[in-house]
């Protein structure tokens, strides 16, 4: 049945003043290159995003339902959701299906004062840190990331680390590939671009 898992490189890294994820564009069933298109970033909210490993459709499902609920919690409250109320709604509706889990690893993030990220697994833990890979290129973006982040990088410095991360992933991991997508999300708002893995 592992052979049919979906492989997938993602990372997310804090910097000054936000958070960039990315992630690379192939799915992967077993030796299957089912697309070499497909985007697993996804803004919640103006000022949250996530990344994501695993079964995209579960992570399009989880990302569309958190952002509805995310803008139905803003109507409530009349100011933005923070990152971490995001967060722990998508621990919470991951949680609740933990029998049938949504398989995918998340990583959420994004800015309110300061920037902050989590990393979710399948069934919800909620782990913050200042930047993650997830995906079964995982290891080899945190061959680049461990030695290579910094807190307080400018946001160009992040962005280079995390394209390389994915890069490094991509070489090494055949589930990952194709193409890397870009979310970078500050204080004003989000920014997205994709580029070729070169």
Request: glycine residues 8%.
């Amino acid at each position: 049945m592992s052979m049919y898992m979906p492989g997938a490189t993602a990372v997310g890294i804090t910097f000054d003043g936000g958070v960039v994820f990315a992630s690379e564009k192939r799915i992967a069933f077993g030796n299957f290159l089912v697309s070499k298109t497909t985007k697993k970033t996804f803004p919640i909210t103006p000022k949250v995003g996530a990344t994501c490993a695993g079964l995209v459709a579960d992570m399009q499902i989880l990302s569309l339902q958190i952002a509805a609920l995310a803008k139905i919690r803003k109507m409530e409250l009349k100011r933005d959701v923070p990152p971490n109320t995001v967060a722990k709604m998508m621990s919470n509706m991951m949680y609740e299906r933990r029998y049938f889990p949504l398989l995918t690893q998340v990583i959420v993030g994004g800015v309110v004062d300061k920037p902050i990220m989590y990393t979710l697994d399948p069934l919800g833990s909620v782990l913050p840190d200042e930047y993650a890979a997830v995906g079964t290129g995982a290891e080899m973006a945190l061959g680049v990331l461990d030695p290579q982040f910094k807190p307080n990088m400018t946001k160009d410095e992040a962005i280079d680390l995390a394209k390389r991360a994915v890069r490094a992933a991509s070489l090494r991991d055949s589930a990952s590939g194709d193409g890397v997508d870009v979310l970078v999300i500050t204080k004003d708002g989000t920014e997205e671009f994709t580029e070729e893995i070169k």
